[in-house]
């Protein structure tokens, strides 16, 4: 019997490619394309996520897995996902639509795998934090720290997620206290290790937040980011801290973030405490950018899902995986390396 995996939102930037490297990966997979453009290509079928009855168009299909790479506010995807026992892996949701998502089926009879795959760059930093052997129990603090370049490939939906989203305050976590910040406040400086070069990192929301604390209940959790231009952080940095984007509308805001460059090197690092205030660093680079990184994650989210050695039920990327294996299997990709 084949194996038939939807993509939805497959013919954005992440969506391409993912269905490019599945195909590789094993020609024998039958890929369809869900997107609301109706065209004569053969394997897309037409489907609005926002409009339930499109969802018809679904049922001809003898569909196993289901990657979400648009985004699904209301959960639409999630819910016939559900109905239809397919399995599911979501990478899209920012943190307060995951919590939204998670919290609507925890108590729910699930007859499929259920994965939310939204954390930073499929949801890694997890696995390549307890690939060092430490246990959630025994980490007093996690911060994220993330380079994005400029000239990195960067698709629409990363523009539309910073449009809807850097005028409004989201949470960090001390103490397993909820802390307010906004994006791109409350800058520090840092030495990324991939090249050794002092940034200053501010304030950014990412779904890891949330795992992180919630889910892995670490009491300290924190996320800042940098681009590779001091100028454009600066700005960015001065625009939050006068309301300049309550100003602006969705469209203007979109284009601030929209940039797109012809691809560059992606890093981010994980700084962890344990019970002793310990500090360590796990380094990781992409030579290839956001896009590779993140589709070969969620491919290889795709692949254990696809072995049948998970029950059914609701995951977060990282609990599908043992970790050492999973980094492994990461940089069996040449063009990414960790320390």
């Not at 109706?38 to 299909?61: C, R, T, V």
């Not at 979501?90 to 925890?106: C, F, V, Y």
């Not at 050794?196 to 992180?212: C, G, M, S, T, W």
Request: positive net charge; charged residues 20%; hydrophobic residues 40%.
């Amino acid at each position: 019997m084949s194996t038939t995996i939807l993509i939805i939102g497959g013919t954005g930037l992440i969506g391409k490619t993912i269905h490019n490297m599945l195909s590789k990966r094993d020609p024998q997979l039958k890929i369809l394309i869900g997107t609301r453009k109706k065209d004569a290509i053969h394997n897309h079928i037409q489907l609005d996520i926002n409009n339930l009855e499109s969802f018809e168009s679904l049922k001809k299909h003898s569909i196993n897995v289901i990657i979400v790479c648009t985004k699904d506010a209301n959960n639409h995807v999630l819910n016939y996902a559900i109905k239809h026992k397919i399995d599911y892996v979501d990478i899209t949701k920012p943190s307060n639509e995951l919590l939204k998502a998670h919290d609507s089926i925890k108590n729910n009879v699930i007859k499929s795998k259920i994965v939310f795959s939204s954390g930073w760059m499929g949801g890694i930093a997890p696995s390549l934090l307890y690939a060092t052997g430490i246990l959630a129990k025994d980490i007093q603090s996690v911060k994220m720290m993330v380079y994005y370049s400029t000239k990195d490939k960067a698709g629409s939906s990363s523009a539309d997620f910073m449009a809807h989203n850097v005028s409004k305050p989201f949470f960090f976590y001390q103490n397993n206290v909820a802390k307010q910040t906004k994006h791109f406040l409350d800058g520090e400086d840092t030495i990324f290790h991939f090249d050794n070069q002092k940034r200053k990192v501010a304030d950014f929301d990412i779904p890891d937040l949330y795992i992180f604390n919630q889910i892995e209940q670490i009491p300290n959790v924190r996320a800042k980011m940098t681009f590779d231009s001091k100028v454009v952080s600066a700005i960015l940095a001065f625009m939050q801290k006068i309301g300049f984007f309550k100003m602006l509308g969705f469209r203007e805001k979109k284009w601030i973030f929209g940039g797109s460059g012809n691809g560059d090197i992606s890093s981010f690092e994980i700084i962890y405490a344990d019970n002793t205030s310990k500090e360590n660093r796990i380094v990781l680079k992409c030579d290839e950018g956001q896009s590779e990184l993140t589709a070969f994650s969620t491919v290889l989210h795709v692949e254990k899902m696809l072995g049948n050695s998970n029950p059914k039920g609701i995951y977060f990327s990282h609990q599908l995986h043992d970790s050492k294996k999973f980094m492994d299997s990461l940089i069996s990709n040449k063009s990414i390396s960790i320390h």
